[in-house]
Each structure stands twice: as C-alpha cells, then as structure tokens.
C-alpha cells in the first residue's frame, strides 16, 4: 500500500519561504513521477509542478520562476521549494503519485501579514 506523508507548511508573510516535504512508503520511490497540487477555499484542486524519476521537472505558470520541485530518492521524499510566496497561494498543498489514486493528506499553506 502506497503512502504519502506530507510535511513543512504553516503560516509565512508575503514574500517569505517554505519548502514542503513529501515522504513515500510502500513503492519503488525512484521509478514515480511525482506531483503537488494545491487546493485554495473555493476553487477547485490545480496542478503545481511535477518530477520525473530522471529528474525532469514542470511547473505552472502561476509558480514558475518561484517554485522549484526536487527529489532525493535515497530518502524517498519530494520536496516543493516555494519563495517569493504570495496570498494567492494560501492552500491546501498535497503530494500526488503522478495520475494515480495516492495522495497525501495535505499540508495548509497560509500567506499573510
């Protein structure tokens, strides 16, 4: 059984950093393609960014340039590098075994002052 354990948000100011930790059990971490979404009050869950087994990243266009996405797979974690942060990216962040039915239970990020 595939579990996803997500760690790291919590309540930032605008223009401050948090990175996102998404730790895998019960699978071969290093053959995944990994994702975060992210889910705001009201709308509806979206693609942030994702990562291949090689290494090979992707992002929305609403994150780029701020976001970076990474793996360690000795670890079996993902982790979402998030600077520049913005009150328009207070959510629900959740880790995603890439188009499959694993999640993790999510993690809220709050940007406020």
């Known amino acids: 059984q595939v579990q996803l354990v997500e760690s790291g948000g919590g309540l930032v100011q605008p223009g401050g950093s948090l990175r996102l930790s998404c730790t895998a059990s019960g699978t071969i971490f290093s053959i995944l393609v990994m994702a975060w979404y992210r889910q705001a009050p009201g709308k509806q869950r979206e693609l942030v960014a994702t990562?291949?087994?090689?290494?090979?990243?992707n992002y929305a266009d609403f994150v780029k340039g701020r976001f970076t996405i990474s793996r360690d797979n000795a670890k079996n974690t993902a982790y979402l590098q998030m600077n520049s942060l913005k009150p328009e990216d207070t959510a629900v962040y959740y880790c995603n075994v890439f188009q499959t039915r694993f999640w993790g239970q999510g993690t809220q990020v709050t940007v406020s002052s």
């Open positions: 990562i291949t087994s090689g290494g090979t990243t």
